[in-house]
């Protein structure tokens, strides 16, 4: 039950910023139709606040992707990758380039 809390909290978290940007979409929608000079400041803040929500949303997700993941005892090891671009020219070492950049990220 322990382990599950972690993971619980996360979801929750995730849940209740998804809720808040619909609302700020919501709100946003509706200052849109407004001329009011108030609206227009509003519906800027609204927006500038939701884009930090995304931010948060688009963390916590990802946080959820690796807490949901079985984990392995080999997670935390490290590897050697050998690359190399042996006949093919430059088309070969091109390649080889673009399997790296893969890699490191």
């Not at 808040?20 to 979409?25: F, G, N, T």
């Not at 139709?33 to 930090?52: F, K, N």
Request: proline fraction near 3%.
């Amino acid at each position: 039950m322990a382990e599950l809390e972690p993971k619980v909290t996360v979801v929750r978290e995730l849940q209740n910023q998804q809720n808040a940007a619909k609302e700020l979409d919501e709100m946003i929608a509706e200052q849109a139709e407004s001329d009011d000079p108030d609206a227009t400041e509003l519906r800027r803040m609204a927006e500038d606040e939701r884009r930090e929500l995304l931010i948060g949303i688009n963390r916590l997700e990802n946080e959820v992707v690796r807490i949901m993941l079985p984990r392995d005892e080999v997670d935390e090891n490290s590897s050697i990758v050998e690359i190399r671009a042996n006949t093919g020219g430059d088309e070969a070492c091109l390649f080889a380039a673009d399997i790296l950049r893969c890699i490191r990220r």
